[in-house]
């Protein structure tokens, strides 16, 4: 049975810094195609950044540069570093999977591409 569950989250001043992780259970990474989402107060869920199983990723504009993610596969551990983070950062992150998947590729922002859902960790960025 498939598991994500993310941890991590918190709240912290303009500027700053979080690690968010999901831990997957129930799969392999490395045959999955993962992605982090968000969803902010009032607005629709939106694509953060797609991880192949190769390792590969895209992210969305507005986080490249400050959002960094990576893999543990040997925890099978999908980690997503948060820096010099705005107020507009502020919503809840969701981790998401596609089974039997390789290489992400333009999709990854939709989220019909996932079959598998965390419950989210929330992110509070102060100005």
């Known amino acids: 049975q498939v598991h994500l569950v993310e941890s991590g989250g918190g709240s912290v001043q303009s500027g700053g810094s979080l690690r968010l992780s999901c831990a997957a259970s129930?799969?392999?990474?490395?045959?999955?195609?993962m992605a982090w989402f968000r969803q902010a107060p009032g607005k629709e869920r939106e694509g953060v950044v797609g991880?192949?199983?190769?390792?590969?990723?895209n992210y969305a504009d507005s986080v490249k540069g400050r959002f960094t993610a990576s893999q543990n596969n040997a925890e099978n551990t999908l980690y997503l570093q948060l820096a010099t983070l705005r107020p507009e950062d502020t919503a809840i992150y969701y981790c998401?999977?596609?089974?039997?998947?390789?290489?992400?590729?333009?999709?990854?922002?939709?989220?019909?591409?996932?079959?598998?859902w965390g419950q989210g960790t929330q992110v509070t960025v102060g100005s």
């Open positions: 991880i192949g199983g190769d390792g590969g990723t």
């Open positions: 998401a999977a596609r089974k039997y998947c390789i290489r992400s590729a333009s999709w990854w922002a939709e989220e019909t591409q996932y079959n598998y």
């Open positions: 129930g799969f392999t990474l490395r045959t999955a195609c």
